[in-house]
T-cell receptor, first 115, second 112 residues
Framework: DVKVTQSSRYLVKRTGEKVFLECVQD?????MFWYRQDPGLGLRLIYF???????EKGDIPEGYSVSREKKERFSLILESASTNQTSMYLC??????????????FGSGTQLSVL | GENVEQHPSTLSVQEGDSAVIKCTYS??????FPWYKQELGKRPQLIID???NVGEKKDQRIAVTLNKTAKHFSLHITETQPEDSAVYFC???????????WGAGTKLIIKP
């Protein structure tokens, strides 16, 4: 079974703090994604990466950055957390065997609260 | 760009009855349409997907139908069971694209 692990299930941070969300996958997948999930809005793509050190902006990259130094690890960084970044963050990975967006495997999510 | 609308936002059905969730998309070039299920407190999981070269796909009690002319696709769940209670998300994309465009989700409630 593919395992996508997010380092924290719940996180509480203060406005202005720098926040790191970590994601690790164990299936040697090339593609990794960071989504944000808000009620009534579905999932919105923040950033994705199709290879080590490669990254592309998604729909809502403002206020976020990412890092992919190793194939199995994709980090999401909130440079200066704000209250409107309070949300559920989901990491996902996929294999390039089919389309890059086919068969996403998600992590359990990190519920981030910014106070 | 692509836009996906999903209806209804909440669906309540009697156990054993069928449930249908519908999504419409805007980009006629989209050719890949997955459905994900997210149980309460859990991660989204792919339950079924369809490519634009077929009109219907079935997997036991679930099926997806695609109408390319009308640009809509639907998830059908027959003989619903309590474990079908979850939020269901549709999405649309071009297979060559990294980006899935997601619907807002449908909360399916199965009444005993």
């Amino acid at each position: 079974d593919v395992k996508v692990t997010q380092s924290s299930r719940y996180l509480v941070k203060r406005t202005g703090e720098k926040v790191f969300l970590e994601c690790v996958q164990d299936m040697d997948h090339e593609n990794m994604f960071w989504y944000r999930q808000d009620p009534g809005l579905g999932l919105r793509l923040i950033y994705f990466s199709y290879d080590v050190k490669m990254k592309e902006k998604g729909d809502i990259p403002e206020g976020y950055s990412v890092s992919r130094e190793k194939k199995e690890r994709f980090s999401l960084i909130l440079e200066s957390a704000s209250t409107n970044q309070t949300s559920m963050y989901l990491c996902a990975s996929s294999s390039p065997g089919g389309g890059a967006n086919e068969k996403l495997f998600f992590g359990s999510g990190t519920q981030l609260s910014v106070l | 760009g692509e836009n996906v609308e999903q209806h209804p936002s909440t669906l309540s059905v009697q156990e054993g009855d069928s449930a249908v969730i519908k999504c419409t998309y805007s980009d006629s070039a989209s050719n890949y349409f997955p459905w994900y299920k997210q149980e309460l407190g859990k991660r989204p999981q792919l339950i079924i997907d369809i490519r634009s070269n077929v009109g219907e796909k079935k997997d036991q009690r679930i099926a997806v139908t695609l109408n390319k002319t009308a640009k809509h696709f639907s998830l059908h769940i027959t003989e619903t069971q309590p474990e079908d209670s979850a939020v269901y998300f549709c999405a649309a994309s071009k297979l060559s694209n990294y980006q899935l465009i997601w619907g807002a989700g449908t909360k399916l409630i199965i009444k005993p």
